[in-house]
T-cell receptor
């Protein structure tokens, strides 16, 4: 699975959009971009994933660049409960088993 | 969230004692996983299962065994607990029967302390 690079930490004001970047310059054509987050002391929570088109669900939007070498997770209206570690993961789809490789992630702190 | 429970949620035990952690799912997912999370190491895969009685090792399987006698239950056993196995253990599931999906959903975790 391709390696990802994320900023160590970011801050965001409550109510504003949080834009979390991820670089995955060695991504292969059959690899998806997944985002998870982990709120303190809880299990990782799935947010969203995509291959090359932008994706949106009730939690977030995922913007993938045309060359697929980077992506941005957008939380449109961040709340204090969005404070967490956010992980960007790249892995081959179509294999329902196999480990997820979590890097260090980005610590997002949402301020009042 | 995804119908996953783990028990116990917290356990303190002594070195050398056997410990069994249970993961239970109500979603009929085919695949189940055990990870451990430690500061500085992120999540590491211990064992996983791809069906009843079908299991395989992950990257940190030494000292652990697993069993899956029913679709809904995946047990992780520490035969003789050591202090290095003090960690937070997470169960995950994926692969809804009849659908191909890679998304893994995680349980709430079990915090294990080995004294």
């Amino acid at each position: 699975d391709a390696k990802t690079t994320q900023p160590t930490s970011m801050d965001c004001a409550e109510g504003r959009a949080a834009n979390l970047p991820c670089n995955h310059s060695t991504i292969s054509g059959n690899e998806y971009v997944y985002w998870y987050r982990q709120i303190h002391s809880q299990g990782p929570q799935y947010i969203i994933h995509g291959l090359k088109n932008n994706e949106t669900n009730e939690m977030a939007s995922l913007i993938i660049t045309e060359d697929r070498k980077s992506s941005t997770l957008i939380l449109p209206h961040a709340t204090l409960r969005d404070t967490a570690v956010y992980y960007c993961i790249v892995r081959v789809a179509g294999t329902s088993y196999g480990k997820l490789t979590f890097g260090q992630g980005t610590i997002l702190t949402v301020h009042p | 969230d995804a119908g996953i429970t783990q028990s116990p949620r917290h356990k303190v035990t002594e070195t050398g004692t056997p410990v069994t952690l249970r993961c239970h799912q109500t979603e009929n997912h085919r695949y189940m996983y055990w990870y451990r999370q430690d500061p500085g190491h992120g999540l590491r895969l211990i064992h996983y299962s791809y069906g009843v009685k079908d299991t395989d090792k992950g990257e940190v399987s030494d000292g652990y065994s697993v069993s899956r006698s029913k679709t809904e239950d995946f047990l992780l056993t520490l035969e003789s607990a050591t202090s290095s196995q003090t960690s937070v253990y997470f169960c995950a599931i994926s692969g809804i029967s009849g659908r191909l999906t890679d998304t893994q959903y995680f349980g709430p975790g079990t915090r294990l302390t080995v004294l």
